[in-house]
């Protein structure tokens, strides 16, 4: 993990103050995750806030060239995030990517710039941010399968924080998938936009899933797992999708 | 058959054409895995970043000192006794070309790979000139038999099975050839050996031109380009006016790069460094060498944020390692280029609404920024193409209001908790045990092969 | 158009870097390995690519010539073998193959193209990519036009890796570096030598 992402600002004593971005998709989609995500957090002993009137990062539209559009929603939500205390955590990859890097572009020379550099700095995707904490022993029972989502994995180079927790659960057999690292095909936009394009991907990436004969498809993305899980669902897989974020909770004593 | 295919056309319609290829589907990825397998494998011996770094900065530094280069390479390239010729665009390189070939009273012309004459479309053009054109290429020859257009820029066949190959190879030979690659293979060679003997004129790309001392480097592996260069009298190299390199020295660290990010391999078979007609005392080669810098649009890209594609080097590695790529292959991009290359370069050399939407063919993995030899940050300028796009206003009129008022209502934190509440609401409406099957409006493009799995259904 | 008027078109470029230093490179495969022995590298990598090689003493590097070229009887011959050149010959006349010079073959298409082997010698060997490096002095298809390429190479013409070869570049108007037989998978990736070179490269290294 690169020194930048570790967090800073510990507490001399006691419970370490977070902030939990929970993202739009999150939020709304799979508020169980982002309840998962938390007590995660907890149980490696930190205080975690949601921050008050956030929204959505302002990724989708900013990857469509709509930056009009992108900053107007996530000055929202970096002003929200600018009255918190401590890392910022985000339980995706791809918002997390959009936060730490591409907020500095979008408010270049905008009365918010200073804000954005400061919070992008406390930016840390939650599973590079729990892999270096303390957890309770973990025990789960199943066999797993990692998608590195590419954003995460390419932009913020967290590749092997997600694997480290998951071979620190007693009973979990971590299986590595042939195309983990390629896209899913979700993309945001791109999965509405080019359906068939993003469901024949979603495909051969399954057909990898399904030669490794996991029980759970696991992910650190919320997207690739709607994404996934979706066409899964569709085809009647009997393979589950999880948020890291939630196999962790599960695996908590 | 080359030329455009956006004009009335979008990537979906395209790109369902090529899904419903189920050979082509599985025959990009074991094509192409093996060279990505063995490209990372021989990057692994070495300090791989440090020499992209120095690729790219070779490339910048090229790129970014054009004028100089370019009066250099000409000095150094008429020394050799080579004539070289400035094409400010595609009309004029193919008319250059035409003029060359008139003059040297040539009937055959031979050409060895090259996709800059894709983008020029120079073969019509001779054609329509009256001359004899014959591509050498194994999968360039095919490509020509089929009238096809390549999908690779290294494999321009990879979309084609060895029966196509067989069909189209036993119909000139007038009878079946079967379906051995090995015999295919054979009788190419046959008849383009007796063409190579005959012709008058050889074409050949060029990958870099060297400035310091006029040379046009050229790597292939079959030998095409090599015999191009030497049987018939005149050789014509087209170079893009980007490919310059300031010193020989340079291609210690760029053909590395090229070879092993394209092919996968050591060293290409053949690399051949080509300063001039024959000499003094030579035995073979051509009495007349020219080269055709072409700048074809380049020079307007210089200057701008898109400057740093013009460093790209064509290895093709981008492509092979695209996810969308690996699904439609190269032609459902709609020009010469396919892959994250061709959803840069295709906007920038056809700004039309059709060439534009090209940008969003990327699922913005930035696969390719990874792979890059040079380091060019696709990533980064196809969402920059994308923001000039709706600079311009091409995005429908949908899609713009949807995003204007989709950044109305989540600017306002009470509006979004409002518009999350009734959107969940009124999906749970078309939702079976939590799950959507069958969207209505935009959502349908989700579900036509997806189920959206709702809050609190989670999948166990 | 007119070369000023083109090279103006290209002075709008935003600043790049200053050119970087090249004189000496990082790891790369296209060099030597620290431990590399120059002989064993270069054996390594051209059976790599399906070519192949032999070490032979001088004195025995004709006979060597002979056996390599096997039945082949259309044979031209370079006329860049330096030492070997006589002996070479002489040997191939002993031997019942009427080689005839590569320059004579070169002014008669029919015969060009109905050669079975050439034989050339080379201006430089590069141990790291497997290649030897012909000169547009000994003919720039000699190395080529055959179904067999047999090669002299002096053993002091092998150098490290291609960064020291492009320092020292043989004069002439083509360098070629060939590296094994020509090759082409064009055709549902199957390998397939000898597409329009030689489909089999033979190697002697002359100590």
Redesign the interface.
């Known amino acids: 993990m690169a020194a930048t992402d570790r967090p800073d600002g510990e507490a001399s004593a006691g419970r370490l103050p977070v902030t939990l971005f929970g993202t ?1 998709l999150g ?6 995750t982002v309840a998962d995500a938390s007590r995660v957090l907890t149980a490696c002993g930190c205080d975690v806030a949601a921050p ?5 990062c302002g990724q ?11 900053r ?2 996530a ?2 939500t970096l002003r ?1 995030l600018a009255r918190t205390a401590g890392p910022v955590v985000v339980p995706s990859g791809s918002c997390g990517a959009m936060m730490r890097l591409h907020w500095r572009e979008l408010f270049r020379g905008d009365r918010d710039e200073a804000a954005a550099r400061a919070v992008s700095a406390r930016v840390v995707e939650w599973s590079a941010f729990v892999a270096e904490r303390e957890l309770p022993p973990l025990a789960w029972s199943g066999r797993v399968g990692y998608h590195d989502a ?2 995460g994995l ?2 913020l180079r967290v590749r092997d924080a997600p694997r480290t927790l998951l071979a620190a659960v007693a009973g979990l057999e971590l299986v590595e998938i042939g195309s983990a ?3 899913c ?4 936009s ?13 495909d ?1 990436k399954l057909a990898d899933v399904a030669a490794a004969a996991v029980d759970v498809l696991v992910s650190g993305d919320g997207g690739c797992l ?2 996934l ?6 085809t009647g897989s009997p393979v ?3 948020h890291l974020a ?1 196999l962790l909770a599960e695996a908590l004593p | 058959m080359s030329g455009d295919h956006l004009t009335g056309t979008t ?2 319609g395209r ?2 054409e090529q ?1 419903a290829k189920p050979f082509q ?1 599985k ?1 990009i ?3 192409v895995d ?1 060279t990505v397998a063995h490209s990372r494998a ?2 692994a ?3 791989r970043e ?2 992209r770094e ?1 690729g790219r ?2 490339r ?8 100089e280069y ?2 250099a390479f ?1 000095d150094a390239a008429e020394a ?2 080579t004539r ?1 010729h ?3 665009d595609a009309t ?1 390189a193919n008319a250059i070309v035409a003029g060359i070939c008139r003059d040297a009273g040539a009937q055959l012309i031979v050409k060895s790979k090259s996709m800059l004459t894709e983008e020029i479309e120079l073969n019509p053009a001779l054609e329509a000139a009256g001359f004899e054109v014959v591509e ?4 360039e020859y ?1 490509v020509q038999i089929a009238n096809d257009r390549p999908s690779h820029i290294i ?4 979309h ?3 029966g196509e ?1 067989r069909e189209l190879f036993s119909a000139i030979a007038g009878r079946d050839l079967g379906d051995d ?2 015999a ?2 054979a009788f ?2 046959e008849q ?3 063409v ?3 012709a008058d004129v050889g074409i050949t790309g060029g990958n870099f031109a060297v400035a310091e001392s006029g040379s046009v480097v050229l790597v292939t ?4 380009a ?2 191009a ?3 018939p009298r005149v050789h014509i190299a087209l170079v893009g ?1 980007e490919r310059l390199l ?8 760029l ?2 790069l090229l070879v ?1 990010s394209g092919t996968g ?15 003094e ?5 051509p009495d007349e ?1 020219h080269v055709v ?1 072409v ?1 074809g649009g380049r ?1 307007a890209i ?2 701008t944020g898109y ?1 740093d594609i013009l460093n790209c080097i064509r290895c093709g590695a981008c492509q092979n ?1 695209c ?2 790529y ?3 292959g190269g032609h459902a991009y709609g020009w010469v280029y396919g892959g994250p290359i061709g959803a840069v370069l295709t906007p920038l050399f056809k700004p039309s609404a059709e060439g534009l939407e090209v940008a ?8 390719c ?2 792979v890059c030899p040079v380091k060019i940050p696709l990533h980064d300028l196809l ?1 920059d ?7 311009r206003r091409i ?1 429908g009129r949908f ?2 209001l949807a ?2 008022a ?3 209502a ?4 009470l509006l ?1 908790r409002l518009s ?1 509440r009734v ?2 609401a009124s999906l749970r409406l078309l939702a079976r045990g939590g ?1 959507v ?1 069958r969207g209505l409006g ?1 959502l349908r ?12 259904r ?3 | ?3 000023d ?16 230093d ?2 000496s ?7 030597l ?1 620290p431990g590399d022995e120059l002989y064993a590298r270069f054996v390594h ?1 051209l059976t ?2 399906n070519g192949t090689c032999e070490l032979r003493p001088a004195a025995a590097v004709s006979a060597a010539v002979v056996a390599a070229l096997g039945d082949a009887r259309r044979v031209a011959l370079g ?1 860049d073998l330096g030492d070997h050149q006589a002996p070479v010959e002489g040997a191939l006349a002993a031997a019942g193959i009427a080689a005839i010079a ?2 004579e073959a ?1 002014a008669d ?1 029919a015969v ?2 109905a050669l079975e082997a050439t034989v050339t010698g080379c201006a430089l060997a590069v141990a ?4 030897i490096v012909i000169s ?7 190395a ?2 055959a179904p067999l390429h047999v090669c002299v190479v002096p053993a002091e013409h092998l150098v490290g ?3 020291e070869a ?2 020292i ?1 043989p004069p ?19 390998l ?1 030598l ?4 030689p489909g089999a490269t033979h190697v002697i290294v002359a100590t």
């Open positions: 739009c939020d709304l989609m799979t508020p169980d008050r009137g956030a929204t959505c989708p539209a900013f990857n469509s060239g709509f930056d009009d559009a992108a107007r929603v000055r929202r929200a590419c954003h390419r932009e690292e390629r896209c095909g979700f993309g945001g791109f999965a509405v936009r080019y359906p068939d394009v993003s469901v024949a991907m979603a051969s709607l994404h899980g979706g066409r899964l669902s569709r589950r999708t999880l939630s | 990537f979906e790109a369902a899904l589907r025959a990825p074991a094509a093996g021989l990057f011996t070495g300090d440090r020499l120095l900065d070779i910048a530094h090229a790129v970014a000192n054009l004028p370019v009066a000409t050799n006794g070289v400035f094409a400010g004029e050498t290429d194994l999968g095919v494999g321009p066949i990879i084609k099975t060895r190959v690659p090995r295919l293979t190419a060679r383009l050996r007796d190579f003997l005959r592996n079959e030998g095409n090599r015999l260069t030497s049987l006016v300031p010193r020989t020295a340079d291609l210690s660290v053909i590395p092993a391999q050591q060293l290409t078979t053949y690399l051949s460094i080509a300063s001039g007609p024959r000499r005392g030579e035995p073979d080669g060498m810098l700048d020079s210089l200057g400057q390692v996810p969308v690996r699904q439609v969003h063919a990327s699922s913005l993995c930035a696969a920024d990874d969402v193409l994308r923001r000039d796009r709706v600079g995005p899609e713009r995003y204007g989709w950044s109305r989540w600017s306002s934190p979004y999350g959107g969940i799950v099957r935009p493009r989700w579900t036509r092969d997806r189920d959206l799995l709702l809050p609190g989670r999948r166990r | 158009m007119e070369r008027a083109f090279i103006a078109r290209l002075a709008a470029a935003r600043p790049g870097p200053p050119l970087p090249v004189s490179l990082p790891a790369v495969h296209t060099e390995r990598e790599a690519v006329a590569y320059e070169v298409r060009l193209g790291a990519t497997g290649s547009a002095a000994a003919g720039r298809a000699a080529l036009i890796g291609l960064a492009l320092r570049l002439g108007s083509l360098t070629a570096f060939q590296s094994g037989p020509s090759r082409t998978a064009d055709i549902e990736k199957v397939i000898g597409m329009h070179g």
